[in-house]
T-cell receptor, first 116, second 116 residues
Framework: DSGVTQTPKHLITATGQRVTLRCSPRSGDLSVYWYQQSLDQGLQFLIQYYNGEERAKGNILERFSAQQFPDLHSELNLSSLELGDSALYFC???????????????FGQGTRLTVV | AQKITQTQPGMFVQEKEAVTLDCTYDTSDPSYGLFWYKQPSSGEMIFLIYQGSYDQQNATEGRYSLNFQKARKSANLVISASQLGDSAMYFCAMREGMDSSYKLIFGSGTRLLVRP
């Protein structure tokens, strides 16, 4: 058990709909990261939050947004869903901050999203 | 250009033997970190080992060791005494820089199958 909790584990929804994926980081970790794993694109970094602030952005579509709350949990919102958004969405957490202490990032079990 | 290259889409190894999974990387940043993750068929991403660019010694974690050759820009994972439970996808990843951003760039993965 990595200590990172993602809910739900599975989600099936229709095209055009909106869903919210939730992530609780490991105790003490300030950074949360979202990744998308699809068969054609592999593992892609989406976005990072550090202590409530957006810190880095990757290949995240405009239809997607995220936020990190004061209790450090994070939510990834996916809207106007398309078939191609079907993927495994991972959340990861780490201590964060500057410097060499960031030697680990622990991943949650992922949310498998299927858009039909 | 590919930042992380894993040239072995699939590999077989006999139980109890050692196996090396290849990873080469490309960066001009002097500060970077290299990671290996294991993804079993259940889908979760399991952190295995980390190597920092300034680390003098090769990283080891139990049966996992990282053969870090900086000049050749390679970070191969060595699994000793393979077990059936080692059958999984293995991903090499890189983090550039030492700021608070933790954007991991992943390779395409190597599927390892351990034969009894």
């Amino acid at each position: 058990d990595s200590g990172v909790t993602q809910t739900p584990k599975h989600l099936i929804t229709a095209t055009g709909q909106r869903v919210t994926l939730r992530c609780s980081p490991r105790s003490g970790d300030l950074s949360v990261y979202w990744y998308q794993q699809s068969l054609d694109q592999g593992l892609q970094f989406l976005i990072q939050y550090y202590n409530g602030e957006e810190r880095a952005k990757g290949n995240i579509l405009e239809r997607f947004s995220a936020q990190q709350f004061p209790d450090l949990h994070s939510e990834l919102n996916l809207s106007s869903l398309e078939l191609g958004d079907s993927a495994l969405y991972f959340c990861a957490s780490s201590v964060g901050g500057r410097g060499p202490q960031n030697t680990e990032a622990f991943f949650g079990q992922g949310t498998r999203l299927t858009v039909v | 250009a590919q930042k992380i290259t894993q040239t072995q889409p699939g590999m077989f190894v006999q139980e109890k033997e050692a196996v090396t999974l290849d990873c080469t990387y490309d960066t001009s940043d002097p500060s970077y970190g290299l990671f290996w993750y294991k993804q079993p068929s259940s889908g979760e991403m399991i952190f295995l080992i980390y190597q920092g660019s300034y680390d003098q010694q090769n990283a080891t974690e139990g049966r996992y060791s990282l053969n870090f050759q900086k000049a050749r820009k390679s970070a191969n994972l060595v699994i000793s005494a393979s077990q059936l439970g080692d059958s999984a996808m293995y991903f090499c990843a890189m983090r550039e820089g030492m700021d608070s951003s933790y954007k991991l760039i992943f390779g395409s993965g190597t599927r390892l199958l351990v034969r009894p």
